[in-house]
């Protein structure tokens, strides 16, 4: 229901700036954010006419952060932003490898490629001190989202996925993966196998994780990695996952060291 009301383009573009405004009331400094491109949840035009494709999307986006940046409220800028190339992992793997390549045609656009995924950014970095740096890091990545338990496997994707690889590498641009994974309570299923896969495939980030715990072996290689997950505690009672926040997974991969960060997973929906 919220995807259809906001999927013209008036409304895109003013939740658009409502977001960035979020941002900024939030004192969030820096944001990635995760549109879903496909063919299926394009914005429309008012009048209902014609569709705007992904590139256009891109373009409203950036028109409405540029924008911000220009006048924001209470004279607060942000510091950056940057798209996440997501795409459903429901799709076939023909649909994936389209978006795959639609993502690296993105990245090598100048217009896009300062927004789009693999893009040098920097970000502060605070010693115990008290002493800030500016440090520069790479930019995300490429993502598959929807519920991990109805969509397909990682398996499912690996030609196109090491292919997409292949082809950044002789492009000389680097664009990771950021796989959602581990958002299940399955074991022993396809869906438990996507950190295993995740980890073979270089994922940067994982969202969720939430079943790390579980698999200590692939634990230990992230942390060697220095993989982070992204963790969403409330997300993850809300949808069942745990029964509380006091019962959470993070507590045991905090206890073992992983790199954890705390997300709110859709914001919109578990404000």
């Avoid at 607060?76 to 390549?101: N, Q, W």
Wanted: charged content about 25%.
């Amino acid at each position: 229901m919220m995807k259809g009301l906001f999927n013209y383009e008036s409304a895109y573009e003013q939740y658009t700036r409502k977001l960035l405004e979020d941002f900024v009331h939030d004192n969030i400094q820096y944001a990635e954010i995760r549109p879903n491109f496909m063919q299926t949840n394009q914005v429309w035009k008012d009048d209902a006419t014609d569709k705007r494709d992904n590139f256009e999307i891109m373009d409203m986006i950036i028109a409405e952060f540029e924008k911000f940046q220009k006048n924001p409220p209470e004279g607060r800028k942000l510091g950056g932003l940057k798209v996440i190339y997501c795409t459903p992992r429901s799709f076939p793997p023909k649909e994936v490898a389209k978006s795959l390549a639609e993502c690296l045609t993105m990245k090598r656009d100048p217009k896009y490629g300062k927004y789009i995924a693999g893009t040098l950014f920097h970000y502060l970095y605070l010693y115990p001190s008290g002493s800030v740096e500016l440090r520069p890091d790479k930019c995300p990545g490429f993502d598959l989202v929807g519920e991990e338990g109805k969509g397909r496997p990682l398996k499912d994707f690996i030609p196109e996925l090491l292919q997409f690889q292949s082809h950044c590498a002789e492009n000389k641009v680097e664009i990771p993966f950021l796989f959602h994974c581990g958002e299940t309570l399955e074991m022993g299923t396809g869906t438990d196998g996507n950190l295993l896969d995740a980890l073979l495939l270089k994922s940067k980030r994982i969202g969720h994780g939430f079943s790390l715990a579980r698999h200590p072996y692939i634990m230990e290689r992230m942390k060697e990695r220095g993989v982070c997950l992204e963790l969403c505690p409330i997300s993850n009672e809300v949808l069942g996952l745990t029964p509380r926040v006091a019962g959470h997974a993070m507590y045991n991969l905090l206890a073992n060291n992983v790199h954890c960060t705390v997300n709110s997973d859709n914001g919109t929906l578990f404000r």
